[in-house]
């Protein structure tokens, strides 16, 4: 498999228990269905400073993000046409979903920002919920 962005050979890497494609010159990473389900449930990997802080101020934002248009590139596993699409809807996050395989293309540290904020929404959601439910009512 190959690179959609610089056309670089990927390589196979182990990562929260499954294996992805990532390219060693731009850090993207192609991730299949199964794999980034099994990544954004598994909460072993730290993250930086730095892709915390990028994160922090994020809120769900619903379809792709207007800075995400982006020249059509072609899946690296089966060579269908990938289209940008806001990851699991709300995140802000725009990958590159394969429309034959559903395989994803992640630029650099998109994959980590996604666990980041899907772990840390996940945390703060019992806090909202019960900020929301009527006094007396206990949220489940």
């Avoid at 400073?49 to 990028?54: F, I, K, Q, S, W």
């Avoid at 540290?109 to 840390?120: P, V």
Wanted: proline fraction near 7%; include cysteine; glycine fraction near 10%.
């Amino acid at each position: 498999m190959f690179c959609p962005t610089c056309k670089t050979a990927l390589r196979t890497i182990r990562y929260e228990g499954v294996e992805l494609d990532t390219c060693g010159r731009c850090g993207g990473e192609f991730v299949g269905p199964a794999e980034i389900a099994h990544v954004v449930r598994t909460r072993e990997e730290r993250f930086s400073p730095e892709v915390l802080a990028e994160t922090a101020p994020l809120r769900p934002v619903f379809g792709p993000p207007e800075q995400s248009v982006r020249a059509a590139a072609r899946c690296p596993s089966c060579a269908g046409e990938m289209r940008a699409v806001n990851y699991s809807g709300d995140t802000g996050v725009c990958v590159d979903r394969c429309e034959r395989c559903h395989g994803l293309w992640l630029e650099h540290e998109e994959l980590e920002k996604i666990q980041a904020l899907l772990e840390r929404w996940g945390d703060e959601a019992p806090g909202a919920l019960a900020r929301l439910s009527p006094e007396g009512v206990r949220a489940e």
